[in-house]
């Protein structure tokens, strides 16, 4: 079973930068597509940016320029650095592990049912 624990949600002003990390369980992390999604307060949960096996990274249209994320395979950690937030990021961070030996196609990255696995989530609240 792959467990995923999400870490470094926390209260922010607008214009602050913020990373989040997931620590993934598992011995083959290295070959697990990694992805971000969040859930906004009324809203329904969507997709942040995800990283592949091969490292190729893909974004949100929103979100691309001010968020990276980036895989530690050393340290099972998949993170995700959020600059310039703005109160509209505010949300449930969501992290996600797909379990793959073959690629996955990039229209597939985007949708949840893409993903086997799932944290529980981490907070973050932006104020204006």
């Known amino acids: 079973q792959v467990q995923l624990v999400e870490s470094g949600g926390r209260l922010v002003q607008a214009g602050d930068s913020l990373r989040l990390s997931c620590t993934v369980s598992?011995?083959?992390?290295?070959?697990?597509?990694m992805g971000w999604f969040r859930q906004a307060p009324g809203k329904e949960r969507e997709f942040v940016a995800a990283v592949t096996r091969g490292v190729d990274t893909f974004y949100s249209d929103s979100m691309r320029g001010r968020f990276t994320i980036s895989r530690d395979n050393a340290r099972n950690t998949v993170h995700l650095q959020m600059n310039n937030l703005k109160p509209e990021d505010t949300a449930v961070y969501y992290c996600?592990?797909?379990?793959?030996?073959?690629?996955?196609?990039?229209?597939?990255?985007?949708?949840?049912?893409?993903?086997?696995?799932w944290g529980q989530g981490t907070r973050v609240t932006v104020s204006s």
């Open positions: 996600a592990a797909k379990v793959s030996t073959v690629v996955i196609p990039t229209t597939l990255l985007r949708a949840e049912k893409t993903y086997d696995y």
């Open positions: 598992g011995r083959t992390f290295d070959t697990y597509t």
